[in-house]
């Protein structure tokens, strides 16, 4: 792990925008993040909730997904903002503002968020092979476990590669439900009165569902991160001009979200609601669609949007992930390690519930995981409307009224929807439960405690403890000069060694340092016998070193020479230790990504094991 002090530090301002060009050329520069947020309006967990609501309720919520994609734009459009004006993403944002156990508890809950939707990534890539390729529904799940490598494929090409990737995906999911409304020929007029405001008891679980599958908790953290991508210039021209586009990017994305959703709703509406058919599973719906429709060409381009829309959520859930333990913990984890942690904690209920359940089961755990998101949602929306309102942080870009008016009202209708879910599910609880006290020992503590930290969060600045930011580093200090008495070199006899040495030379002539080349023999031998192994590979090995050894000799520097046997990290930091040395210097791999996991990185793990400073020579 590393600290870092910006969003996602590997693409921070590696996109230009061009100067002086027109509006189509400039609108592509900025043009992106937004799409990459969108997927998270569009992911399998949107399909649960949307074909349930348009298969029990016919069109009647398909006003929910209207006022959800509204508060979308308008929740997004303030997180691009604060990423654009105050270059800030809201994780990092959070942890300025509140005390460090509120700052942690926002953490964990905002993980269980990401873990959520990751379930509903799971579910949804399993259940696309399964229809594609009949591949179990478990085994399906367990396989979603390997995309981590699809992650790191794309992610080495560049933050535009993989946008461009997402939009390709996106727009698979479109075409295929562009086919499905065209094949399902809904009725004009009905769709028309599903837009009017209605709702029932029945209909509301369904409805915070499909208000918490499109508003996205995560998707706040992403974008605040993903605007900073582009090198904006930081005048308040620049930030003005980008925040422009950026909402203009944010209408056209998410609105081409809204599309995908309603279609879904409405080719519910049309097809199983119309028939009397109550969908139980995805894999129903899948099925049904055939004999409705006439035509198996619309399962199967069902079949490829879903397993399109899995994919794609995977590698925006990935980002979030990191975004929000960077900007909460300021711990930066490998992507590949991030996202095998968040992947594994997906599949084991996941697992469970259909080992468990059977494939059945997956239906209504994809449905719980949206509602865990819309509970989430109000511990993101808070901050995000309090620093987004703030003139001391945000400056002249800060909300006027009727933004900070209409912020309010959304965040009041999030909150009324999950207090009312909230209070329905523990009275239920407690009748259930015939008097026992577990309910009151349990779900109403917790309950009671995130009611208690929604008011406190909601609470005006000066009523909350604020957080002192920390001192920025005195301007004037004095340096203190490092002498370097013990010098390590770590020689791996390939192209790297010439540079190095030249550097350790340098500053071996420059400190009137003694000189260590270090080289770390790893063949069998050396990894069983160690010390003791003196096959051909250990030979030449030391003769190569003796060779190096006695060449720097001739130019009067004290060198010693000396071979480790093993695993190359561990013997560095051997050697270094034992030889008290106070300078390593080492030669970059040259690798990164996939290549790590098949080579190693030896520099980490010795950078990380010791205390003293190692100079990287690439």
Not at 98 to 115: H, R
Not at 125 to 153: E, K, Q, S
Not at 238 to 258: E, F, P, Q, S, W
Not at 499 to 519: I, T
Request: hydrophobic share 50%; aromatic share 8%; proline share 3%.
């Amino acid at each position: 792990m590393e600290r870092s002090t910006v969003s996602l530090s590997e693409v921070h301002r590696s996109v230009a925008i061009p100067q002086s060009v027109g509006l189509v050329k400039r609108l592509f520069a900025f043009a992106g993040p937004a799409y990459l947020v969108s997927v998270g309006y569009m992911d399998p967990g949107n399909w649960a909730t949307d074909l349930e609501g348009g298969a029990r309720f016919g069109y009647q919520l398909l006003w929910v997904l209207v006022m959800s994609n509204l508060m979308a734009i308008l929740l997004q459009t303030l997180s691009a903002r604060m990423g654009i004006a105050a270059g800030r993403d809201l994780a990092q944002a959070c942890r300025e503002s509140y005390p460090k156990p509120i700052g942690y508890v926002l953490w964990v809950m905002c993980e269980i968020a990401i873990a959520a939707c990751d379930l509903a990534e799971v579910l949804g890539t399993a259940i696309g092979l399964n229809l594609l390729f009949n591949v179990p529904l478990l085994y399906g799940v367990i396989i979603t476990g390997f995309d981590t490598m699809l992650f790191l494929v794309i992610q080495h090409f560049g933050i535009r590669k993989m946008e461009a990737f997402i939009i390709m995906l996106i727009s698979t999911i479109g075409v295929c439900f562009g086919m499905e409304l065209f094949l399902s020929k809904p009725n004009i007029s009905e769709i028309a009165t599903g837009l009017m405001p209605q709702l029932s008891s029945e209909s509301l679980y369904v409805a915070i569902g499909i208000l918490g599958a499109t508003v996205m908790p995560h998707n706040l953290y992403l974008h605040s991160a993903l605007v900073q991508t582009r090198s904006v210039e930081q005048t308040k021209e620049g930030k003005k001009i980008a925040c422009k586009y950026n909402m203009i990017d944010t209408a056209i994305a998410l609105n081409a979200a809204l599309f995908v959703n309603a279609a879904i709703l409405i080719v519910a509406a049309s097809t199983f609601f119309k028939n009397g058919v109550v969908v139980t599973e995805i894999q129903q719906a899948h099925e049904l669609l055939t004999p409705l429709l006439g035509t198996t060409l619309a399962s199967t381009a069902f079949a490829i949007a879903l397993l399109s829309a899995g994919q794609s959520s995977t590698l925006t859930g990935t980002l979030a992930g990191q975004i929000v333990m960077e900007g909460f913990l300021r711990f930066k984890m490998r992507a590949w390690l991030r996202r095998l942690i968040t992947r594994l904690i997906a599949i084991i209920p996941a697992v469970a519930v259909i080992a468990i359940k059977g494939e059945q089961g997956s239906y209504d755990l994809l449905i719980l995981s949206q509602v865990i998101l819309s509970m989430q949602l109000p511990f993101a929306v808070i901050p995000l409307i309090q620093y987004t309102s703030d003139k001391g942080k945000m400056g002249e870009f800060a909300n006027n009224v009727w933004v900070r008016i209409l912020a309010w009202v959304v965040a009041i209708i999030i909150i009324g929807l999950n207090a009312n879910l909230v209070i329905d599910t523990i009275t239920e609880l407690i009748q259930e439960s015939n008097g026992a006290l577990w309910p009151w020992l349990t779900v109403v503590p917790v309950a009671v405690g995130c009611a208690l930290l929604l008011v406190y969060i909601a609470l005006p600045k000066f009523f909350r403890r604020r957080k002192e930011p920390v001192p920025l580093p005195a301007t004037s200090f004095e340096l203190v000069d490092q002498n370097y008495a013990r010098i390590g070199v770590a020689l791996d006899y390939g192209g790297m060694d010439v540079k190095v040495l030249s550097h350790a030379v340098s500053a071996v002539k420059r400190n009137e340092a003694s000189l260590y080349l270090f080289h770390v023999v790893e063949g069998v031998s050396g990894q069983l016998f160690g010390g003791e192994a003196y096959d051909d590979e250990a030979r030449k090995d030391k003769e190569h070193l003796d060779a190096v050894a006695a060449q720097l000799r001739e130019k009067g520097i004290e060198v010693h020479a000396m071979l480790g046997y093993g695993r190359v990290p561990k013997q560095l930091v051997k050697l270094s230790t034992e030889n008290n040395i106070d300078l390593l210097i080492m030669g970059a791999h040259g690798h990164r990504g996939v290549k790590d996991l098949i080579f190693g990185a030896s520099i980490s793990e010795v950078r990380h094991a010791l205390s003293i400073p190692v100079l990287v020579v690439k």
